[in-house]
């Protein structure tokens, strides 16, 4: 089955631009999330991107998706303090199906 | 428009006692969704849903869990005998095309 990887933690200063990386096994993949988890709070999707796609853009997130390597980052420009939360890849084989997750990324932004 | 609702937000219970989650998806969306979130670690689907039938249930400790969605809305996720094991967060989503929209969480926490 699907393997996501991410590493744990990544520290940034507020201002700066944050790379969070993904790396996934399955190509038969063609929908990859990120989601943001807030202390206590449920995932909240942020961005995705479709496997025809190399890069997608919405405003402050930039996704880009490497599909040799399957390799997937999310990049946040002028990170920000309400920007630290901890960071899930999601992998899925297609619409409404079942979604994969990497153990997620936490960001630490620092003033 | 409405998110997923879930209830109850927090729940503690003695092990072998049982529980019942309770979960509302997004009007319209056909696909539901029950994960698993152990403390540090990503969300595990136990369940999928799509209308009232089971598409992918080979995660469910079925000798303990099960769950039910009645006329394709709501759902019910129960845990008999519950084990110290089974503490973590259980989220209920729901998707209609891409992506899946999650509910805060249901905390359990078996002593």
């Known amino acids: 089955g699907e393997d996501v990887e991410q590493s744990l933690f990544l520290s940034v200063r507020e201002g700066d631009s944050s790379v969070i990386n993904c790396t996934y096994t399955d190509s038969s993949s063609t929908y990859l999330y990120w989601y943001k988890q807030e202390p206590g709070a449920g995932l909240q999707l942020l961005t995705y991107?479709?496997?025809?796609?190399d890069m997608k853009q919405d405003q402050r997130l930039t996704v880009l998706l490497n599909k040799k390597d399957k390799h997937l980052s999310l990049r946040i420009a002028d990170t920000q303090t309400g920007d630290s939360a901890i960071y899930f890849c999601a992998a899925a084989p297609g619409t409404a199906s079942k979604l994969t997750f990497g153990t997620g990324t936490r960001l630490q932004v620092t003033l | 428009e409405a998110g997923v609702a879930q209830s109850p937000r927090y729940k503690i219970i003695e092990k072998r006692q049982s529980v019942a989650f309770w979960c509302n998806p997004i009007s319209g969306h056909a696909t539901l969704y029950w994960y698993q979130q152990i403390l540090g670690q990503g969300p595990k689907l136990l369940i999928q849903?799509?209308?009232?039938?089971?598409?992918?249930d080979s995660q469910l400790p079925k000798d303990r869990f099960s769950a039910e969605r009645l006329k394709g809305v709501d759902s019910t996720l129960k845990i008999q005998p519950a084990k110290l094991e089974d503490s973590a967060v259980y989220l209920c989503?729901?998707?209609?095309?891409?992506?899946?929209?999650f509910g805060q969480g249901t905390r359990l926490t078996v002593v």
């Open positions: 989503a729901s998707s209609f095309l891409s992506g899946a929209f």
């Open positions: 849903f799509q209308n009232n039938g089971v598409v992918d």
């Open positions: 991107i479709f496997s025809n796609m």
